[in-house]
């Protein structure tokens, strides 16, 4: 009795069993290739993100300055008593200790 015929695979399927030595490491440099370039690109959205939040804060800033204008009279700001010239303001992120502080400075003259 001969068992062994049985069990025995041709000689092609044994040749397209698995990858080559080639084919693994230019899937190897592929692989790294996308890894890389998905890293950067991540680092690159979350400093775009950080300066469009500066951006946006920085227009809080302005805005709640404007209001200022809004909410008193030509009188009361000309006098320079009601509106300080310079004044700081500072911004944080949620759950962060340390953020940005943005320096306001306002100079009433008269038009020309």
Do not use: D
């Not at 062994?4 to 397209?16: L, T």
């Not at 084919?23 to 993100?49: D, H, Q, R």
Request: proline share 4%; net charge positive.
């Amino acid at each position: 009795m001969n068992l062994g015929r049985h069990f025995k695979e041709p000689r092609a399927v044994r040749r397209q069993a698995g990858f080559t030595l080639a084919e693994v490491v230019v899937a190897s440099c592929l692989i790294a290739l996308m890894v890389g370039a998905i890293s950067i690109s991540m680092a690159n959205n979350f400093s775009e993100t950080r300066v469009a939040r500066e951006n946006v804060q920085a227009t809080q800033v302005l805005v709640s300055t404007s209001e200022v204008f809004r909410l008193y009279s030509w009188s009361q700001i000309s006098a320079g008593t009601f509106v300080p010239p310079t004044y700081q303001r500072n911004f944080s992120s949620a759950g962060s200790t340390n953020g940005l502080t943005y320096t306001v400075t306002i100079q009433i003259t008269n038009a020309p």
